[in-house]
C-alpha cells in the first residue's frame, strides 16, 4: 500500500501553526516531508505525480491551483493518498487523526 499525504495550510493560521507543529514534535521532518517551494512540485502533485511515504507541505497562499485541485474551501487539511487515490481528509487540529498520520509516516 502506498501512501502519501499532502498538507494544506495558509500563512497566518493559527489552527496550520498548531498541526505542523503536533507533527514536527511527534518526529516528522524533514526526513518526511516535502515542502512544496516551486510549481513543478505543485504540478506533480496535482497530476498524481508523488512519493509515497511522505507528506507534502504546500502553502495555499503560494500554490492555490493545488487547494482549487483538491476542492479545498478551508485549511488546515491533511489529505491521504493511497495509490494515488483519496481515502480521506483531516480538516482542522485533530490530534487523534494527526496521530495516526505520524504512526503511517514512521
Known amino acids: 500500500m502506498n501512501k502519501?499525504?499532502?498538507?494544506l495550510s495558509m500563512?497566518?493560521?493559527?489552527?496550520c501553526k498548531m498541526v505542523?507543529?503536533?507533527l514536527e514534535n511527534n518526529g516528522i521532518n524533514q526526513d518526511n516531508v516535502i515542502e512544496v517551494t516551486d510549481s513543478s512540485v505543485a504540478n506533480d502533485i496535482t497530476q498524481g505525480k508523488?512519493?509515497?511515504?511522505?507528506?507534502?507541505?504546500?502553502?495555499v497562499d503560494d500554490y492555490p491551483e493545488v487547494a482549487g485541485h483538491f476542492e479545498i474551501s478551508s485549511v488546515p487539511v491533511i489529505i491521504e493518498m493511497i495509490d494515488d487515490k483519496e481515502t480521506y481528509r483531516i480538516s482542522g487540529f485533530?490530534?487523534?487523526?494527526?496521530?495516526e498520520v505520524v504512526n503511517n509516516l514512521k
Open 11 to 15: 500563512n497566518g493560521c493559527a489552527p
Open 4 to 7: 502519501t499525504y499532502i498538507k
Open 94 to 99: 485533530v490530534p487523534p487523526y494527526l496521530e
Open 20 to 22: 505542523a507543529q503536533f
Open 50 to 59: 508523488v512519493k509515497v511515504d511522505k507528506l507534502y507541505n504546500v502553502l
